[in-house]
């Protein structure tokens, strides 16, 4: 079974720049979630989608970061302008039934802002 | 505000012992707690998930407990291996919600 995709893998850009990220979730997985991790700290939920259809959005800075996930299986995830504090890794993560079942994480992106 | 957290320095134990790793939690009432690996430039993967009316869960060399009336759990790790070296994260999910809240990872390296 493959697993969750994301690309790219690595992201370098000036701040006030744009930039997307890319995950293709596990083939069947109704769940998807975006998370941001910041060196030495523990992922942080950004979003989180149920098909195609928005569950949680509460910690995702919506003057600047968006998500889609269109027909219920690829997402992406923009940030537009980036700040500097920014600089994180971007992960990506799906499972089959939300809540108790476990997560199914990518390699991640690692974006730095400078 | 909800607050979970593991052990911020870095553990080092030597090969063959058994490791133990905490989570601790306030203001929160999870009904369910994961415990994920983590290796450098990876993405978490999960090891075990263990409910708020279990006492304990063991999975090979893996033993998760889950106490919540002191709101921690433990994980060991028996004979434990260089290969176990990671960071090892909990994550907290309550009941009638999808999401789970991650702490910030404990460090566990074992000496050769």
């Known amino acids: 079974e493959a697993g969750v995709a994301q690309s790219p893998r690595y992201k370098i850009i000036e701040k006030r720049q744009s930039v997307a990220f890319w995950c293709n979730p596990i083939s069947g997985h109704a769940t998807l979630y975006w998370y941001q991790q910041i060196l030495g700290q523990g992922p942080k939920l950004l979003i989180q989608?149920?098909?195609?259809?928005?569950?949680?959005d509460s910690q995702l800075p919506k003057d600047r970061f968006s998500a889609e996930r269109l027909k219920g299986v690829d997402s992406t995830l923009k940030i537009q302008p980036a700040k500097l504090e920014d600089s994180a890794v971007y992960l990506c993560?799906?499972?089959?039934?939300?809540?108790?079942?476990?997560?199914?994480f990518g390699p991640g992106t690692r974006l730095t802002v400078l | 505000s909800q607050k979970i957290e593991q052990n911020s320095e870095a553990l080092n134990i030597q090969e063959g012992k058994t490791a133990t790793l905490t989570c601790n939690y306030t203001n929160y009432s999870p009904a369910y707690l994961q415990w994920y690996r983590q290796d450098p430039g990876r993405g978490p993967v999960f090891l075990l998930l263990?409910?708020?009316?279990?006492k304990e869960k063991r999975k090979e060399r893996l033993k998760v407990t889950f106490d919540t009336t002191l709101k921690q759990s433990l994980f060991h790790i028996t004979a434990s291996q260089p290969a176990d070296s990671a960071t090892y994260l909990c994550?907290?999910?309550?009941?009638?919600?999808?999401?789970?809240?991650f702490g910030t990872g404990t460090r566990l390296k074992v000496l050769a």
């Open positions: 994550a907290l999910g309550a009941s009638g919600t999808y999401k789970y809240i």
């Open positions: 993560a799906s499972s089959p039934i939300a809540n108790t079942d476990t997560q199914y």
């Open positions: 263990i409910r708020e009316n279990e």
């Open positions: 989608f149920q098909n195609n259809g928005v569950v949680d």
